[in-house]
Nanobody
């Protein structure tokens, strides 16, 4: 069974960069034809798919896709040797406070990490 685990700092200061890592086990991130996504849950929103914000994804072949609203600030990469995904979000503001998830698939994903809370505050 595929398992995903997010890790990274829980507190980021405004204007700084948010960096998270997702470690995948039970399956390779290079397996055809899966995409691996980063998704966030804003405060006060439930876990229903429509209430979540898809940030972007990286395919099994390394191709990336981003939400148009976040594209200018978001970078998703991978380390195939470690079977890890990474998310970087630049110039964060308090509006970027959310629970951040990595997941397999896009709409909607079938496997999810447990999520990690990131708060943007000085």
């Amino acid at each position: 069974q595929v398992q995903l685990q997010e890790s990274g700092p829980g507190l980021v200061k405004p204007s700084q960069m948010l960096s998270l890592t997702c470690t995948v086990s039970g399956g390779s991130i290079t397996t055809k034809y899966y995409a691996w996504s980063w998704i966030r849950q804003p405060p006060g929103k439930g876990l229903e798919w429509k209430g979540l914000e898809w940030m972007g994804s990286i395919n099994y072949d390394g191709k990336t896709s981003y939400s148009p609203s976040l594209k200018s600030r978001t970078s998703i990469s991978r380390d195939t040797s470690k079977n890890q995904l990474s998310l970087q979000l630049s110039s964060v503001t308090p509006e970027d406070t959310a629970v951040y998830y990595c997941a397999r698939g896009e709409s909607p994903p079938d496997y999810w990490g447990q999520g990690t809370q990131v708060t943007v505050s000085s």
